[in-house]
């Protein structure tokens, strides 16, 4: 502070210019502070009510508005995503299922087929043991046949041999007796 | 300068940073002389509105650094409103924040070396303190009526102590204006009386830079403090209006 010199000023200040007790307590000065006190309180009062506090409520308001319409829009691209992602593992579900479908009806087709073809080939193959069976049967007894002629033919030649008069009748029973038991 | 060193000696002046005088000539002080007083309370006008009103001039979404702080303290006091007092009180809250950022520039100003401090003088506080006690009073008894009264009634207390409790609390609650005003006054007055303490000892050579030192810190302790006071009184108007709201206990 600037020295006072004058003295004048006040009855709070000394001739030296400087402060009498506390200046805070001077009555004579009082007035003018509250004075102007009130001046500045009703300034900054009408000043903040009328322009600073609306505009700073309005500005925050549009702040929460966006975020909160930015924060809306980003949950819808969310969803929209996880809905993308959906679709896209049902059509690979789907594409997988339909290919099971496919392969599983590739195998039936082919199971029967080839079932067909061994029935076929089984029933060739039991027609053909049978004739074959048949031949050898057919082989047997023409063999049979054939050695009995043959026995008889050689019975009756040994008969002659020996000396005897063969009876052709005698030696056919006495071979067929002998070739049942 | 509130020291000098006369003749070796040293002559300390803390409280002449105080002393009203008139800008404008040499006569007494009268209601309406412009003062030193009257040059910083309108300086503190002044910021308030380059703060709150330019710092926001442009409307930004995304706000620039000055709208920033202008946001925060609005969003502070609002908040301290809401919180301490209740939703309902938020049509006072220009008040309040007229109270907060009044007491906040004041001190902050106050700090500029050679400035004055009108928060120093228990005439302005008494004015603020008394101001919000007789606003909260009167706020009460409109609000509740005779209801106001049941704020000294401790009614959750024994009956045959509640007289003597009425009258504890009757008293607190006319001390409440006076402790509000010179918590802030003293604070602020001791502060700065303090640095010019300091200042006087930066006279002597030997002891300059110790003094320096001091002042650093004390100055560093007055900026916190200047803060912490305009809070406490801001929030302590929340407190006695959220009693005049709701006086039950």
Same mark, same amino acid.
């Given at each position: 502070m600037a020295t006072e010199t004058t003295g004048t000023a006040s009855a709070c200040v000394g001739p030296d210019g400087s402060a009498i007790g506390m200046p805070q307590l001077c009555a004579d000065w009082m007035p003018n502070q509250i004075f102007w006190l009130l001046i500045a309180l009703v300034a900054i009062y009408f000043v903040l009510s009328r322009i600073a506090l609306p505009r700073i409520a309005t500005v925050l308001a549009e702040r929460q508005g966006t975020i909160t319409n930015d924060l809306a829009a980003?949950?819808?691209?969310?969803?929209?995503?996880?809905?993308?992602?959906?679709?896209?593992?049902?059509?690979?579900?789907?594409?997988?299922?339909?290919?099971?479908?496919?392969?599983?009806?590739?195998?039936?087709?082919?199971?029967?087929?080839?079932?067909?073809?061994?029935?076929?080939?089984?029933?060739?193959? /039991?027609?053909?043991?049978?004739?074959?069976?048949?031949?050898?049967?057919?082989?047997?007894?023409?063999?049979?046949?054939?050695?009995?002629?043959?026995?008889?033919?050689?019975?009756?030649?040994?008969?002659?041999?020996?000396?005897?008069?063969?009876?052709?009748?005698?030696? /056919?029973?006495?071979?067929? /007796?002998?070739?049942?038991? | 300068m509130a020291t000098e060193a006369e003749g070796g000696g040293l002559v300390f002046h803390p409280m002449d940073q105080f002393i009203v005088k008139p800008l404008f000539g040499d006569g007494a002080v009268g209601m309406f002389t412009f003062t030193n007083v009257a040059l910083w309370l309108l300086l503190a006008v002044a910021c308030v509105i380059a703060l709150m009103v330019l710092g926001t001039s442009k409307r930004a979404t995304i706000p620039t650094r000055t709208q920033s702080v202008a946001e925060l303290a609005y969003g502070f006091i609002y908040k301290m409103v809401e919180d301490v007092t209740g939703k309902d009180a938020v049509k006072y809250f220009p008040y309040i924040f007229t109270l907060f950022m009044f007491i906040v520039f004041s001190n902050f100003l106050a700090l500029i070396p050679t400035s004055f401090s009108p928060t120093s003088h228990i005439a302005i506080t008494a004015v603020l303190g008394f101001g919000v006690f007789i606003a909260v009073t009167v706020l009460g008894f409109v609000k509740n009526g005779a209801g106001f009264l049941g704020l000294f009634w401790v009614s959750s207390a024994p009956l045959a102590l509640r007289p003597i409790l009425a009258v504890i609390e009757l008293i607190s609650y006319f001390v409440r204006p006076v402790s509000h005003s010179i918590r802030l006054a003293g604070n602020i007055m001791a502060g700065h009386a303090v640095l010019k303490v300091f200042a006087g000892f930066a006279a002597i050579t030997a002891v300059a830079p110790l003094s320096i030192l001091g002042i650093t810190a004390i100055y560093a302790l007055e900026v916190l403090v200047g803060f912490i006071q305009a809070y406490v009184f801001t929030i302590l108007t929340c407190v006695y209006l959220k009693d005049a709201l709701h006086p039950s206990h």
């Open positions: 980003a949950e819808d691209l969310k969803q929209r995503a996880v809905e993308a992602e959906e679709a896209y593992n049902k059509a690979l579900a789907d594409a997988r299922a339909e290919a099971q479908k496919i392969i599983a009806q590739n195998k039936a087709d082919m199971q029967a087929e080839l079932d067909k073809a061994i029935a076929k080939a089984d029933a060739e193959i /039991a027609a053909k043991a049978a004739e074959s069976e048949k031949a050898i049967s057919d082989i047997r007894a023409s063999a049979v046949e054939s050695v009995e002629a043959v026995a008889k033919d050689t019975a009756g030649a040994i008969v002659a041999a020996v000396g005897g008069q063969a009876d052709d009748t005698a030696v /056919a029973a006495a071979v067929d /007796a002998q070739m049942k038991g | -």
